[in-house]
């Protein structure tokens, strides 16, 4: 069983459009995370959520917005897509409210913008 | 500004011999610091974590070590294989800063062991 899935693993698309990426996990974990890997590898936290509170990473666009419908999913809505958006996105999970422990992440999205 | 920096993009290690990997960080009080591998195409995976009160932590062939006063971390995989193959990275977690906002993630060093 997948602990931590995405769909879709490949998305390609034109700038300027809105598109999303859908994250669930089935591990009972409390926080989720969303994070960028750029075309350096660098892997860069963008949002941490669970059922009390966001946090935003201040240089994340207000493009980007996290969306979750129950705590077992943390679904991730980009509008205006730029070409500089290109990149793989991570999400990931732990148990408790705190990022103390081990993260679970899951095979990534790979964007491509057009 | 917080820095986190690993030895090498790539290090090359004969088989059979210890891989010593390295961490620096600078502007950090990290109460914690993980280890994750990387494949290609793949999400990070979760090696060790060892916190700031401890100096040593061991699992199977690794070995990571964690020294505050150098603000550095040593990841070490003895009796390499060739399957060890692949970006490690260095993660902090905990700062002062508080909170859950993540871990800080190294750009990772792409380990390639030689058969």
């Known amino acids: 069983d997948t602990a931590v899935s995405q769909t879709p693993k490949y998305l390609v698309t034109q700038m300027g459009n809105d598109k999303s990426i859908k994250c669930e996990q089935n591990?009972?974990?409390?926080?989720m995370y969303w994070y960028k890997q750029d075309s350096k590898k660098f892997l860069k936290i963008m949002f941490s959520?669970?059922?009390?509170?966001?946090?935003i990473n201040e240089t994340v666009p207000n493009r980007f917005s996290p969306k979750s419908p129950d705590k077992a999913h943390l679904n991730l809505h980009i509008n205006s897509l730029e070409l500089g958006d290109s990149a793989v996105y991570f999400c990931?999970?732990?148990?408790?409210?705190?990022?103390?422990?081990?993260?679970?992440f899951g095979p990534g999205t790979r964007l491509t913008v057009l | 500004s917080q820095k986190i920096e690993q030895n090498s993009e790539a290090l090359n290690i004969q088989e059979g011999k210890t891989a010593t990997l390295t961490c620096n960080y600078t502007?950090?009080?990290?109460?914690?610091l993980q280890w994750y591998r990387q494949d290609p195409g793949r999400g990070p995976v979760f090696l060790l974590l060892?916190?700031?009160?401890?100096k040593e932590k061991r699992k199977e062939r690794l070995k990571v070590t964690f020294d505050t006063t150098l603000k550095q971390s040593l990841f070490h995989i003895t009796a390499s294989q060739p399957a060890d193959s692949a970006t490690y990275l260095c993660?902090?977690?905990?700062?002062?800063?508080?909170?859950?906002?993540?871990?800080?993630f190294g750009k990772g060093t792409h380990l390639i062991i030689q058969p």
């Open positions: 591990l009972g974990h409390d926080t």
């Open positions: 993660a902090l977690g905990g700062d002062s800063g508080g909170g859950a906002d993540g871990l800080t």
């Open positions: 990931a999970s732990t148990l408790g409210t705190s990022a103390y422990g081990e993260q679970f």
């Open positions: 502007n950090y009080s990290p109460a914690y």
């Open positions: 060892i916190r700031e009160n401890e």
């Open positions: 959520y669970n059922n009390k509170e966001l946090i």
